[in-house]
């Protein structure tokens, strides 16, 4: 029998890996999310969850960092990234690459040498923990948030701006009623892309904040202690959570850029 | 004074230097008058959009003024000029629909809901998209969208409307409508309409007056049937529509020799003044062998719709006639060409002149001349002042009174015509390098204009065949320059 090789084949590895290290783990939580640590079919611990207070808590707590960690990196990075696309500067693509040269270091290292700053200003970091978290997170994250809406906004076709400003428009009237309005892909992506991780983060949190006030590190020390079953609870939520919000903004996106690209010629 | 109020729009020495220094366009000066249908006309490159912009705001001249109904607006923003656009592009807002894209200048007006409703509903009438209101812009077709845009433009009441390249991304059926129905349009609004196009046909078709342009410069000025039959220059001749370019000069009154015949022209001009004649392809008259005034042989013949293309050589150049008569290749062929058929274009006087400074005298030498570009050695005395004479040994030519001439830094304008210039690829081979700009086909030869570094223009005929953007030099033997002090 002659030997056929088909495309398909070259996926196997991929296939492979995919089931060892993604596929089985996720049904290794889901199995341990939904027994009790005699290994019998249980909700308990998702009322366990939703009863108690301190892990409610811990759930808004988390949500409010991200949400904040985002909406700062937002505000810091549209004006950033509407000069450095529209500016017409020599310089913009070498500005931009200052802005995501620290991505290209190590993430703990970063955190790391921001807390010894840190120290250096303030002392004893317990003083200002949330303000410092929050610093660290932003300083995270930023470029994720520029790179999309330098993208979009590099994109919108000047064009638009001109007609709108023909049409009458004041600049103010230009920028909410067309350049917002189209930039929304951008600002899509980037808050997916700035609100996710910083949900789930955690070593920021146990490097600068010394705590289990946020989802990752409650699943850290869930696992750390052997509760194999609180820890997959949560990290079940977390995961129905971020499939939601991922979801609602795909939505967004795909049905936007549909409509960009039919429009580009 | 009557004609003073009729100017809606002027440009006044205006001027346009781009950020990275290059000037497009040096010294402009137009008017528009209302109600016209003006169209800008020229290859790409040639400043046609620079200018509309500038007139709708989004760029700035450098200096200059720009007027509307006589107030200077030069300074004015878009939004405040009573002027719309339709961009080349279109540049409909994708996030709205048609109603909301048409209604985006009405709502900044501040006009009510129910106005807004009876506007939309008339210019979308006028578009031929009746109902299309709710649609999405990305389920409109190219030519909708055109629609939709002019709608926009149009629903604001403008005073004057810019198109911009509007009709060039529409298939050829298509433009043919729209070009028909913007001409409807401009006739029921009564407003002015300032057409920007590479399109030369497009042009004659639509307007009222055509500018035509090149090299950021207003080559010609007038109705389409001017332009047509009366090109100013060589440049406009070749720019719209076919024709063929002889090389000639005038032999006597209304006379005028070329291709190896004298033909009776209307144009008058003084004998042996050097002329290029242009023949559109449609009036050269094509006859029985042996009669008429040029013979030659069919070479080509090729049926395009409506006529047959016709390409004849002679002894002297290739003539291209279009008529409605079929032949085979070899025929034998006879032409003549009545005189008004002959446009003649007197050689531009200001071609190939160039302004220096006398340098060095040497008595037996002659001068040095220094050019912005080049230097000229050996220019004997009296080439540059009448009867001068040089004697050894004398720092100085003496005049015809015998009394020595003050030369030192006076300029003088040395000139040469474009068949004794040549061109090589050899950069030392000429006095001067520079890159091909644009040439013309003219019959048996070329005609090059060479901009040099410094950007002056040297104009010069050439029968090898160069491409835009060659590096070449350029030669004229020194003994082919004219010189003349300057005043």
């Known amino acids: ?265 | 004074m009557e004609k003073k109020q009729d100017t809606l729009i002027e440009l006044k020495h205006v001027k346009k230097t781009f950020k990275d220094g290059v000037t497009l366009i040096e010294d402009l000066n137009l008017e528009i008058k209302k109600g016209e249908f003006v169209t800008l006309l020229g290859p790409s490159g040639c400043g046609k959009t620079t200018i509309l912009r500038m007139i709708g705001g989004f760029d700035k001249p450098t200096s200059g003024e720009l007027l509307l109904d006589g107030k200077d607006i030069t300074n004015l923003p878009p939004n405040e000029r009573p002027i719309n656009t339709v961009f080349q592009k279109y540049a409909l807002f994708p996030h709205l629909n048609v109603y909301d894209n048409i209604t985006f200048g009405l709502k900044i007006k501040g006009v009510d809901q129910k106005t807004q409703d009876e506007k939309v509903k008339k210019v979308l009438e006028m578009v031929d998209l009746e109902g299309f209101e709710k649609r999405s812009i990305s389920t409109l077709s190219g030519g909708q969208q055109q629609r939709i845009a002019i709608a926009r433009a149009i629903v604001n009441e403008p005073e004057v409307l810019l198109l911009d390249e509007s009709l060039s991304a529409l298939d050829a059926k298509m433009r043919k409508e729209m070009q028909i129905e913007l001409k409807e349009m401009h006739k029921k609004l009564g407003i002015t309409f300032i057409f920007v196009t590479h399109d030369q046909e497009e042009a004659l078709t639509m307007s009222d007056k055509v500018v035509v342009m090149s090299d950021g410069e207003i080559q010609q000025i007038g109705t389409p049937e001017d332009i047509y039959n009366e090109p100013k220059n060589l440049f406009v001749a070749d720019f719209i529509g076919e024709s063929n370019i002889f090389k000639g000069k005038m032999v006597g009154k209304k006379l005028v020799e070329f291709g190896g015949a004298v033909f009776e022209c209307v144009d008058d001009y003084a004998a042996d003044t050097m002329i290029d004649a242009v023949v559109r392809p449609e009036d050269v008259e094509i006859t029985e062998p042996g009669k008429g005034k040029i013979q030659g042989e069919v070479i080509a013949c090729d049926f395009k719709g409506i006529f047959y293309v016709t390409a004849i050589k002679t002894d002297r150049a290739e003539i291209e006639v279009h008529n409605l008569k079929s032949f085979d290749i070899g025929d034998k062929v006879g032409i003549d060409l009545a005189p008004d058929s002959i446009h003649i274009i007197p050689y531009d006087a200001s071609i190939n002149h160039f302004e220096g400074v006398l340098e060095e005298y040497e008595a037996g030498k002659g001068f040095t001349v220094r050019f912005e570009d080049f230097a000229l050695e050996g220019v004997a005395a009296n080439r540059i002042f009448d009867g001068a004479t040089e004697k050894d040994g004398e720092d100085s030519p003496t005049d015809v009174k015998g009394e020595k001439i003050a030369w030192e830094g006076r300029k003088v304008i040395a000139s040469f015509l474009p068949e004794d210039g040549d061109l090589s690829d050899d950069a030392e081979a000429g006095f001067v390098e520079g890159e091909i700009f644009n040439f013309i086909f003219m019959d048996d030869y070329y005609r090059y204009r060479v901009r040099s570094k410094s950007e002056e223009d040297y104009i010069v005929n050439d029968a090898d065949l160069w491409n835009h953007g060659d590096h070449v030099s350029v030669s004229v033997p020194l003994e082919k320059f004219q010189f003349e002090l300057a005043k």
């Open chain 1, 1 to 265: 029998m002659k030997y056929r090789f088909s495309r398909k084949q070259l996926a196997i590895p991929y296939a492979i890996f995919l089931f060892l290290f993604v596929i089985l783990p996720l049904l290794v939580v889901i199995y341990y999310a939904f027994t009790n640590s005699e290994g019998k079919l249980s909700f308990t611990n998702y009322v366990g969850f939703f009863r108690s207070g301190e892990m409610l808590g811990t759930l808004l707590y988390s949500t409010v960092i991200a949400v904040l960690t985002t909406v700062i990196c937002l505000l810091i990075a549209y004006p950033t990234a509407f000069i450095l696309a529209k500016a017409k500067m020599r310089s913009s693509e070498a500005l931009l690459l200052l802005f995501v040269l620290p991505m290209w270091i190590n993430f703990t290292l970063r955190i790391t040498a921001l807390k010894e700053i840190l120290t250096l200003f303030e002392g004893n970091l317990a003083k200002y923990q949330f303000f410092n978290t929050i610093l660290c997170m932003v300083y995270d994250f930023l470029p994720f948030m520029i790179l999309p809406l330098y993208n979009t906004l590099t994109k919108l076709d000047d064009s638009y701006i001109e007609a709108a400003e023909d049409l009458g428009a004041k600049k103010s009237h230009v920028f909410l009623k067309v350049i917002l309005p189209l930039s929304v892909p951008g600002i899509v992506s980037g808050v997916t892309m700035v609100f996710l991780p910083s949900m789930t983060n955690y070593v920021v949190l146990d490097m600068i904040y010394n705590s289990t006030y946020i989802m990752g590190s409650l699943i850290g020390s869930y696992f750390s202690a052997y509760d194999w079953n609180n820890g997959s609870v949560i990290s079940i939520i977390l995961l129905i959570i971020i499939c939601v919000i991922t979801a609602i903004s795909n939505r967004y996106t795909e049905k936007d850029t549909d409509e960009r690209g039919n429009n580009l010629k």
